[in-house]
Every structure is written in C-alpha cells, then in structure tokens.
C-alpha cells in the first residue's frame, strides 16, 4: 500500500516519512510500506479550502486507489480538536474515495520532541541532564526551547530528522497530539495499537 504524506515544514518533508516507518516498525516490524515523498504545503494554503483541495487531490493521484493520505501539520495557536476534525472533513469531502487521516500537532511537530526529552539526553548537542518541561504540548515555541539548549542551536532541515530517528516513541505518547498520530498511522494499516502507558 502506498501512503502519501502532506506536510507543512520543511523539516517534515524528510521527519514524516522516517516518523511513519518507525511507528510502523513498533507496531508491525516485519512491515515494508512504500512511503512517498512528502507533498510541501506551506500552513496557510494548507488551511484554506483550496490549497487543501489542491493538495489532496495531487496526492491522491499519486497513492492510487489503494492508497491512504495522512495530513501532518502544527496547530500553532489553533486546537488540534477543532482544526483536525474541520480539516479531515473537507478532505473527505473532495476524496470519499481515498482512507485519509488528519493530525494535528499540538502547538507543533517538536512538542513531542519535548515530552521525550530524557532519551535525546546528550544526543545532537544536548544537555546530559535534560529534562522535559511540564506540558511540553502548551509551549508555543518548542523549537526556541531546543535551540536555547543545543549547542550549536536547533536547525529544523537538519535536526528534526535526526531528533526524529531517536526520540522515544513509547515516552512521547504522552503528549495527545503524538498519541493520535500514534493511533492514526495503525488505523491506516489495520494495525492493533496497544494503549499508550
């Protein structure tokens, strides 16, 4: 099956793919999906009913009729339970026939980073003793958080790829917006998911 991905960051284009394939391998490690290349739409274009429009369309060529879409974007100062479920209804709207789902992270994308901060502990320039902030979901600017603590600062092309492939899965899902991709991605697969701990 092929899984398309729309993602709003530049960072995501390469996180996304690597994000999937490793909750995939935790949930079905003998699984090998073929994950395209992330279709780029900034937030704004991505928000409004035409850009939606434009980019599940061009990404439900792409997956075919066997295919699933998952749109990966930042609330900001959105919330992720209004804008998600407002988003996923227009998408199905335009694509009834295409399995499409929508997550919305709370805040944005390195939140979760945040709620998993004691397994990057000395990883990409970071402190040995780092600990997360209580409610890593509510800051609004978790890239400034990361960046005030890396040596040599946080670079989102370069770092959120690499945070991607270490950060703990299992310690992230405690931050809502992770555990629903969490779900989203078994969803899409006809996976079980076990409860987050």
């Not at 999906?33 to 434009?54: C, F, M, N, W």
């Not at 270490?166 to 409860?195: H, M, N, Q």
């Amino acid at each position: 099956m092929k899984v398309g991905l729309i993602v709003e960051g530049h960072g995501e284009v390469h996180s996304a793919p690597l994000l999937v394939r490793r909750i995939l391998q935790e949930l079905a490690p003998a699984s090998s999906p073929s994950i395209l290349t992330p279709v780029r739409v900034a937030r704004g274009q991505l928000i409004k009913e035409e850009g939606l429009r434009s980019a599940i369309e061009l990404m439900a060529r792409k997956v075919g009729n066997e295919g699933c879409i998952l749109l990966l974007l930042d609330a900001d100062d959105d919330l992720p339970c209004v804008l998600g479920p407002k988003l996923l209804a227009l998408a199905r709207g335009f694509r009834a026939d295409r399995d499409i789902s929508v997550v919305v992270a709370k805040r944005e994308y390195e939140a979760w980073f945040l709620t998993a901060a004691e397994s990057l502990r000395g990883r990409r320039g970071l402190p040995d003793d780092l600990t997360p902030p209580a409610a890593p979901e509510t800051i609004r600017d978790a890239k400034g958080w990361l960046s005030q603590r890396m040596s040599d600062g946080y670079r989102e092309t370069i770092d959120q790829p690499a945070l991607t492939s270490l950060f703990d899965l299992t310690v992230a899902r405690r931050a809502d917006s992770f555990d629903k991709l969490f779900r989203e991605v078994g969803r899409l697969f006809g996976l079980s998911v076990p409860p987050r701990p």
